[in-house]
DNA sequence: GCCGTTTTCGGCCCGACTGTTTTCAGTCG
């Protein structure tokens, strides 16, 4: 029994008992599922300590729930639900449309109990028949059906991205928008993103709606009014807009940007002021007293400034409260990209192309780390390569460029390339690219190993998952983590769209462990190495500051650290 | 079922849109 999968039973315990008309307790147990889902440590650890109950919304009765789990991997009270209500709620709940009160209705009155069942029914025009439901709702559920068969379920950020950004340029190019911003997982740059929010001020709200539903992008119009509207775009993903008054935008833009629990408990602390807040303002009675800006809202609520990629409800309101706020990293401190392919390997631009592009997107270094020893795939270099490559590299004046190489390591630890070879490198990547599936003693031990060579700076991408994909491999984070801050290594956070590893939960924790990271895009062509931001946004959510960030260091300071 | 610098009992975040309704329930964010 994992963290992930305890939450999912407090989940699916809320949903029964939301069917069942239960008043509250669905809501505790969601907010209890939440907090299991995000915790970083694993939740038999927390029980061997005693210590389940300072989970936020564990309380007695739901921590016995835990312990039974943990004890016996079951839940008897969770098995007694779903006795009555035995449907695969994960799958049916997964289709848009499909709340709590939909599955009981088409449970009990066709026995539907999965997504084909679902199909069935709908195809042969069951559902239409049934009191509440209709035509519409029934074609609906087909397509979503459709609709979640075609794709996943979320995006990588590094993909919505650019596209988000074009919609939100297109849409203030209209003279009747005053203002607009992307809210939403986007704007707190969370990896994967489920959605495209827009919140926007407008003068013609009929006109921008208009616009919004017909841009270029759309393949269908979801919902469309004068306030909010929602389109399905043809790469697949949903995007919403909301039109609000001027005065509200900023209570509006807190209010979109999230997350969720962030927000209730923000709407709380208002609460207990005495306030209501809602995404029109902040408002004593029915008088708005604040809800122009974003900043306003904090302080009103007696808080600093919270900033976006924090907003996850993991102890970032009480750190503004007791103002102990992370002096988290900019995007314009970093100062260049330690890692990157040229053709010399697998990449598809020349040294010098990537030093030019490099320059004009603001770098001051970059580290040239193309792949090297037997990694055949990828084009490893060989000696006579590298040699080659640091003489290419030396005739670059117009910015700084480190010589650098990514090595593998091996199963037993070793580094693939020979010491002789790294002694004359100024940046020695090394990372797991093969041997996933060893246990995760054995990987620990091979991380150890790998990093009690004298010449190696940096591990790449620590924990080889890939995003809706991969998950990548186990190993002890603290004996890693405390064998890099011995050793003078960072760790990546490698800033590839589908990578993104280390995660923020892990910088968070390295942070925390006061080991130093570095950030690379891995970048295989000249214009990959914009994805730098994204490994900012990682750094940002993991609460670093610019001095657990070795790109934000002067060159001479970074020189000093690879020198170790 | 959880929780408390106004509470150990009495509250639990708030609003928009749609479909199937003739006044609203359900879903979503």
Same mark, same amino acid.
């Given at each position: 029994m ?18 069942q ?6 809501f505790?147990?969601?907010?209890a599922?939440?907090?299991i889902?995000a ?12 210590k ?5 919304g564990?309380?007695? /009765? &739901?921590?016995k729930?835990?312990?039974?789990? *943990? @004890?016996?991997?079951?839940? +008897?009270?969770y098995? $007694?639900?779903? %006795? ?6 994960q799958?049916?709940? /997964? &289709?848009?449309?499909?709340?709590p009160?939909? *599955? @009981?209705?088409?449970?009990? +009155?066709l026995?539907? $109990?999965n997504l %084909?069942?679902?199909e ?9 028949k049934l009191?509440?439901l209709?035509?519409?709702r ?11 068969k075609?794709?996943?379920k979320r995006?990588?950020l590094?993909?919505?991205l ?9 849409l ?17 740059m969370?990896?994967t993103?489920g ?28 919902v469309?009014?004068?306030t909010?509207?929602s389109?399905?775009l ?5 995007a ?7 005065n509200?935008?900023g ?5 979109m ?15 207990d002021?005495?306030l ?14 604040s809800g122009?800006?974003e ?9 600093r400034?919270?900033e976006?990629e ?14 102990k706020?992370?002096d988290?990293i900019n995007?314009?401190?970093?100062k260049?990209d330690l890692?990157m ?5 697998d ?19 970059i580290?040239?780390?193309?792949h ?7 084009g490893?270099?060989?000696a006579?390569e590298?040699?080659a490559?640091g003489k290419?590299i ?5 910015i700084k460029?480190?010589h650098?190489?990514?090595a ?9 390339v020979?010491d002789?070879?790294?002694?004359d490198i100024?940046?020695v990547?090394?990372a797991?690219?093969?041997?996933f ?9 091979r ?12 591990i790449?991408?620590p924990t ?8 990548g491999y186990?190993?002890d984070l ?7 801050r ?5 760790l ?6 589908d ?10 924790l390295?942070?925390e ?11 295989h062509?000249?214009?990959?190495l ?7 946004a ?7 500051n610019k ?16 020198k170790?």
């Amino acid at each position: 029994m994992n963290n992930q999968q305890i939450a999912q039973i407090f989940y699916e315990i809320a949903e029964i008992l939301e069917m069942q008309d239960v008043k509250f307790k669905p809501f505790a147990y969601r907010k209890a599922a939440q907090s299991i889902e995000a915790l970083t440590r694993d939740i038999k650890e927390i029980y061997k300590e005693g210590k389940l109950r300072d989970i936020p919304g564990v309380g007695e /009765s &739901i921590s016995k729930k835990i312990e039974e789990l *943990i @004890k016996t991997g079951k839940l +008897k009270a969770y098995e $007694k639900l779903k %006795k009555k209500m035995p449907v695969n709620l994960q799958e049916l709940g /997964s &289709i848009q449309g499909m709340g709590p009160k939909t *599955i @009981k209705k088409l449970y009990q +009155k066709l026995k539907i $109990k999965n997504l %084909k069942e679902l199909e069935r029914a709908a195809k042969l025009g069951k559902i239409r028949k049934l009191e509440g439901l209709g035509e519409k709702r029934e074609e609906e559920i087909l397509e979503n059906i459709g609709f979640k068969k075609k794709t996943g379920k979320r995006f990588l950020l590094g993909l919505i991205l650019p596209e988000a950004e074009a919609i939100k340029n297109a849409l203030n190019q209209l003279k009747e928008v005053k203002k607009i911003e992307l809210t939403g997982s986007l704007r707190r740059m969370k990896e994967t993103i489920g959605d495209v929010d827009i919140l926007a001020v407008s003068a013609d709200p009929g006109k921008t709606m208009d616009f919004f539903a017909k841009m270029n992008d759309v393949e269908k119009v979801l919902v469309k009014g004068l306030t909010k509207s929602s389109i399905r775009l043809r790469s697949g993903i949903n995007a919403d807009i909301r039109l609000v008054p001027l005065n509200s935008f900023g209570s509006a833009l807190q209010y979109m940007t999230g997350n969720k629990s962030h927000n209730i408990k923000l709407r709380n602390i208002a609460k207990d002021k005495g306030l209501k807040l809602s995404e029109y303002g902040i408002f004593k009675g029915n008088k708005q007293v604040s809800g122009k800006t974003e900043e306003e809202v904090y302080r009103k609520l007696g808080l600093r400034y919270i900033e976006p990629e924090l907003r996850e409800d993991t102890g970032e309101i009480d750190a503004a409260k007791k103002n102990k706020l992370p002096d988290l990293i900019n995007y314009n401190d970093v100062k260049g990209d330690l890692q990157m392919h040229t053709n010399y390997s697998d990449g598809n631009n020349t040294v010098l192309e990537m030093a030019q592009y490099a320059k004009k997107i603001g770098h001051k270094f970059i580290a040239i780390t193309d792949h090297a020893g037997n990694l055949k795939i990828a084009g490893g270099m060989t000696a006579r390569e590298i040699t080659a490559q640091g003489k290419e590299i030396n005739k670059i004046k117009s910015i700084k460029v480190f010589h650098g190489i990514e090595a593998n390591i091996q199963k037993n630890g070793a580094i693939d390339v020979p010491d002789n070879i790294l002694k004359d490198i100024d940046v020695v990547i090394a990372a797991i690219h093969s041997g996933f599936k060893q246990d995760k003693t054995t990987i620990t031990n091979r991380l150890l190993t790998a990093m009690d060579n004298k010449h190696v700076n940096i591990i790449a991408h620590p924990t080889g998952r890939l995003l809706l994909k991969r998950k990548g491999y186990e190993f002890d984070l603290q004996k890693v983590f405390d064998k890099a801050r011995e050793r003078g290594i960072a760790l990546e956070i490698n800033a590839f769209p589908d990578r993104l590893d280390l995660d923020s939960d892990k910088v968070r924790l390295a942070v925390e462990n006061k080991v130093k990271l570095s950030i690379g895009t891995d970048a295989h062509s000249k214009e990959q190495l914009d994805f730098y931001r994204l490994g900012i946004a990682v750094a940002r959510r993991g609460w670093a500051n610019k001095n657990d960030i070795i790109n934000a260091y002067s060159i001479d300071k970074l020189e000093k650290f690879l020198k170790r």
